[in-house]
């Protein structure tokens, strides 16, 4: 019988969005139906917007940032160089992150990961000698890497390389999430939240 | 401050992602990162097959699958109209489910819909006359529609203007989805499977 699902050029649309995080195959079908009823709506347009994507993405040279001209925004603006402070992030996601909480004139370094024997990522697959070149401009370097084993390890690892340089080294504060209820945390972050307490 | 998120191309990118049905601004933007990661391996195939798909999709003007040609693959299939059966679905995302399943030679009709007073939804915005037209040339037609208020009253719609043509006209049976436990089941499904049982 003849291929229902609609020729190869629909077929092959389908596996490749199904490898987009947080999509499967039958999402990714469930998407492609979506794009196909919203042709002119959606379709040509996301067509449009990857080429040009794909033809302006640029990592910048700097910091690991993603942006369409490198130095990228953040690396160019002189208001961030000012603040002498620099925020080591695991990855580029963690970086958005940041600046959506709006925490004030700060510039990044994207490690591109976390050290992890286990996977086979040591210090020469991470930006770590970029880093080291960099942290003589700054005053504070704030270690905001995840808090897991390897963000971690990573975090004790860069401390050590950093000895010497005089560069204040901080990490991100452990404590109750806003809006989070105690019951419901675990007694690693309690305790540690207890710890932090600060005056009323 | 320079907006963080890399430029416009980036944003615009994740405002079309997000509006697939599955993804939001936070998948969105995780979806856009993995792209931009992964730029050679599946954001530049992405690009060219949103293209491919675009210039190529057609809708079947026969049965209203979505195809590259049309009349579409499943319409010129010689052995499915030796079938003689006219599966009615509600959309194509139906028609690829029951294909999938593997059921068989048939024929389809996509209705493009149910009728729906209270969303405006009446019997010219859904293919019926088409069906009407088409219903002479099969000997059954299976209305597979969902099991739902609107599909139900679509089918009745559908029956009874079918009515004088004399073509038999059938449903999907109601029952125990296979591998799924009574004691999860509504009432109704229960009790049309009792009714529908069958001899071991």
Same mark, same amino acid.
């Given at each position: 019988m003849a291929n229902a699902t609609g020729g190869p050029e629909i077929e092959q649309l389908i596996q490749l969005l199904s490898r987009l995080p947080g999509l499967g195959p039958r999402s990714g079908r469930r998407a492609v139906l979506h794009l196909i009823k919203k042709k002119e709506q959606l379709m040509v347009p996301l067509a449009a917007a990857l080429e040009r994507a794909v033809a302006a993405v640029r990592v910048c040279e700097s910091c690991g940032n993603i942006d369409t001209v490198s130095p990228c925004g953040i690396?160019?603006?002189?208001?961030?160089?000012?603040?002498?402070?620099?925020?080591? =992030?695991?990855?580029?996601?963690?970086?958005?992150?940041?600046?959506?909480?709006?925490?004030?004139?700060?510039?990044?370094?994207?490690?591109?990961?976390?050290?992890?024997?286990?996977? /086979? =990522? /040591?210090?020469?697959?991470?930006?770590?000698?970029?880093?080291?070149?960099?942290?003589?401009?700054?005053?504070?370097?704030?270690?905001?890497?995840?808090?897991?084993?390897? /963000?971690?390890?990573?975090?004790?690892?860069?401390?050590?390389?950093?000895?010497?340089?005089? =560069?204040?080294?901080?990490?991100?504060?452990? /404590?109750?999430? =806003?809006?989070?209820?105690?019951?419901?945390?675990?007694?690693?972050?309690?305790?540690?939240?207890l710890k932090a307490r600060t005056r009323f």
């Open positions: 690396c160019s603006d002189p208001r961030r160089a000012e603040s002498g402070l620099l925020i080591v =992030v695991e990855d580029v996601a963690d970086l958005w992150a940041l600046e959506r909480a709006g925490i004030g004139p700060a510039r990044y370094h994207v490690l591109g990961g976390v050290l992890s024997p286990l996977d /086979g =990522v /040591g210090p020469d697959d991470l930006s770590i000698d970029q880093l080291l070149r960099r942290a003589p401009d700054y005053s504070e370097i704030v270690l905001a890497v995840n808090a897991t084993v390897e /963000g971690q390890t990573t975090a004790h690892y860069i401390t050590d390389r950093l000895a010497g340089t005089g =560069v204040t080294i901080t990490r991100l504060a452990h /404590g109750v999430p =806003v809006g989070g209820e105690l019951d419901y945390l675990d007694e690693g972050t309690l305790s540690q939240a």
